[in-house]
């Protein structure tokens, strides 16, 4: 017993070595949004609205940034613990040329149809040309927010999660510098309003974009630029990041019919939901959000090492410590959730719905804690089919049905949309736990480094 708690001890020291810049980089780049969302708010709640509806379009770079991001954590960390540098670099060059193009279509997008967007969500004309002026200036630079994000996880997956932390503090103070001063005209800069705020996001998104990329092609990390038409590298490359590509957009589309249930109960409602959201992410995304690449990091490296106990011991001590955090985090933001309102905006009404919404998303931190590290394992083993399925149940089945059969069909209001809420985040745990504990993602990992092996490699050895 003493040999399992020092084990665990030691672990989860290890996870806080190097979870913390993970959590430093995740708090100060969604302090960027919170920033954006208090800038916005000293306009009206139609500002708020506008920027909120917006960003579930720009989601669409960050899930495509994000699921490329899954397949390059996934390949660089197996192939990390494997000590094979060569096929690590060329899945993480694969990784960020492959991103990059799968932007470039948005950018067109965002030109032609950025206020089409919002109206189909059913916003007034006003919430419509704001939302339409950010969407399109967000869209412009897709191709590099998708490669910034792939090269931080490529070197997360490496074991580096300090460089990606240096350059994504220093972008995100930059844009948050640049909010301030062009959306609200402060210094010498014009007031530009919502169009400065979608500006100094995409002025940093560049910034990042470059100096990542340099970081890896520079003798100062581990990884460097390595292409190469390995047809093997490309199709597992594709195989992990699809289905999260697809999780993620599936998400967001279920995110659309979902703001147009909130938009049934007003602008403000609406509003209260994004203040809410931006609370709920601020003060515990940058934890859950370490918490699981952690995991990948951890648990890719000790499969491609060959140690298949050690990987499933460390899927669950470190989602043990994830539980724990997140609890004592949504109880203080269940308790501070109406002063914490109060930071986004004046109105009174907007304060309460937002509070009740922030309570809400404090009730689900128990479950958050269990699905986001456990799909961090998951995709460390190569598996991202699991979290898909899992996020395809919650938006659709529980955060979109539960919520419409309560709060409109059975006219539970606004009860029924945060039953709604937890329950999506009750089932993505409940699915993403049952395939961890059955280990069939051993295999597949084992299967998939074979499959990369040089000839005379050999697949990786079971200690």
Request: glycine share 12%; charged share 15%; proline share 5%.
């Given at each position: 017993?003493e040999g399992?708690?020092g084990?665990?001890?030691?672990?989860w020291?290890?996870?806080?070595?190097?979870?913390?810049?993970?959590a430093v980089?995740?708090?100060?780049?969604?302090?960027?949004r919170?920033?954006?969302?208090?800038?916005?708010?000293?306009?009206?709640?139609?500002?708020?609205?506008?920027?909120?509806?917006?960003d579930?379009?720009?989601?669409?770079?960050?899930?495509?940034g994000?699921g490329?991001?899954?397949?390059?954590?996934?390949?660089?960390?197996?192939e990390?613990?494997?000590?094979?540098?060569?096929?690590?670099?060329?899945a993480?060059?694969?990784?960020?040329?492959?991103?990059?193009?799968?932007?470039v279509?948005?950018?067109a997008?965002?030109f032609?149809?950025g206020q089409?967007l919002?109206?189909?969500?059913?916003?007034?004309?006003e919430?419509?040309?704001?939302?339409?002026?950010?969407?399109?200036?967000?869209?412009?630079v897709a191709?590099?927010?998708?490669v910034a994000?792939?090269a931080?996880?490529?070197?997360?997956?490496?074991?580096?999660t300090r460089?990606p932390?240096?350059?994504?503090?220093?972008?995100?103070?930059?844009?948050?510098?640049?909010?301030?001063?062009l959306?609200?005209?402060?210094?010498?800069a014009?007031?530009?309003?919502i169009v400065g705020?979608?500006?100094?996001?995409?002025?940093?998104?560049v910034?990042?974009?470059?100096?990542?990329?340099?970081?890896?092609?520079?003798?100062?990390?581990?990884?460097?630029?390595?292409w190469?038409?390995?047809?093997?590298?490309?199709?597992?490359?594709?195989?992990?990041?699809?289905?999260d590509?697809?999780?993620?957009?599936?998400?967001?589309?279920?995110?659309v019919?979902?703001?147009?249930i909130?938009?049934?109960?007003g602008?403000?409602?609406?509003a209260a939901?994004h203040?809410?959201?931006?609370?709920y992410?601020?003060?515990?995304?940058?934890?859950?959000?370490a918490?699981?690449t952690?995991?990948?990091?951890?648990?890719?490296?000790?499969?491609g090492?060959?140690?298949?106990?050690e990987a499933?011991?460390?899927?669950g001590?470190?989602?043990?410590?994830?539980?724990?955090?997140?609890?004592v985090a949504?109880?203080?933001?269940?308790?501070?959730?109406?002063?914490?309102?109060t930071?986004f905006?004046?109105?009174?009404?907007?304060?309460g719905?937002?509070?009740?919404?922030?309570r809400?998303?404090?009730?689900s931190?128990?479950?958050?804690g269990?699905?986001?590290?456990?799909t961090?394992a998951?995709?460390?083993?190569?598996?991202?089919?699991?979290?898909?399925?899992?996020?395809l149940?919650g938006?659709?089945v529980?955060?979109?049905g539960?919520?419409?059969?309560l709060a409109?069909?059975?006219?539970?209001?606004?009860?029924?949309?945060?039953?709604?809420?937890?329950?999506?985040?009750?089932?993505?745990?409940?699915?993403?736990?049952?395939?961890?504990?059955?280990?069939?993602?051993?295999s597949?990992?084992?299967?998939?480094i074979?499959?990369r092996?040089e000839?005379?490699?050999?697949?990786?050895?079971?200690?």
């Amino acid at each position: 017993m003493e040999g399992l708690v020092g084990r665990v001890t030691a672990t989860w020291r290890r996870t806080v070595d190097v979870g913390w810049p993970v959590a430093v980089q995740q708090a100060v780049n969604t302090l960027m949004r919170t920033v954006d969302v208090l800038v916005v708010g000293l306009f009206s709640p139609a500002a708020v609205a506008a920027i909120g509806l917006g960003d579930l379009f720009s989601r669409v770079p960050f899930w495509l940034g994000k699921g490329f991001g899954s397949g390059a954590i996934a390949l660089a960390s197996q192939e990390t613990g494997r000590g094979s540098d060569v096929n690590r670099d060329r899945a993480i060059t694969q990784a960020l040329v492959v991103g990059a193009l799968a932007g470039v279509p948005l950018v067109a997008v965002g030109f032609l149809f950025g206020q089409e967007l919002l109206g189909l969500l059913g916003a007034d004309p006003e919430v419509a040309r704001l939302g339409g002026y950010y969407l399109t200036i967000i869209f412009a630079v897709a191709p590099v927010r998708i490669v910034a994000m792939v090269a931080a996880r490529a070197l997360q997956g490496t074991g580096d999660t300090r460089t990606p932390m240096y350059v994504g503090v220093s972008a995100t103070v930059l844009n948050v510098v640049l909010s301030l001063a062009l959306g609200l005209g402060l210094w010498v800069a014009p007031t530009l309003g919502i169009v400065g705020v979608g500006l100094a996001t995409a002025i940093s998104r560049v910034l990042e974009a470059v100096l990542l990329v340099a970081a890896i092609a520079s003798p100062r990390t581990a990884p460097s630029l390595s292409w190469s038409t390995n047809p093997t590298i490309a199709r597992q490359l594709f195989a992990v990041s699809l289905p999260d590509i697809a999780g993620g957009l599936s998400g967001e589309v279920a995110n659309v019919p979902f703001n147009a249930i909130l938009l049934l109960f007003g602008t403000e409602v609406t509003a209260a939901y994004h203040i809410a959201n931006r609370l709920y992410q601020q003060f515990t995304a940058p934890l859950f959000r370490a918490f699981r690449t952690v995991e990948s990091i951890f648990v890719g490296q000790a499969l491609g090492a060959g140690r298949p106990d050690e990987a499933r011991f460390l899927a669950g001590a470190v989602c043990a410590l994830s539980v724990l955090t997140l609890v004592v985090a949504g109880v203080l933001l269940f308790l501070g959730a109406r002063p914490l309102s109060t930071l986004f905006t004046r109105d009174p009404t907007t304060i309460g719905y937002a509070a009740s919404f922030v309570r809400t998303f404090a009730v689900s931190m128990a479950f958050i804690g269990v699905y986001f590290p456990l799909t961090g394992a998951l995709r460390g083993a190569g598996d991202t089919r699991t979290p898909f399925y899992a996020r395809l149940l919650g938006s659709y089945v529980f955060l979109l049905g539960t919520s419409y059969l309560l709060a409109v069909t059975l006219d539970f209001g606004l009860v029924g949309v945060f039953v709604g809420i937890v329950l999506s985040y009750l089932a993505r745990a409940v699915v993403v736990g049952w395939v961890v504990v059955r280990g069939e993602w051993v295999s597949l990992a084992e299967r998939l480094i074979t499959e990369r092996a040089e000839p005379g490699e050999g697949s990786p050895q079971r200690e």
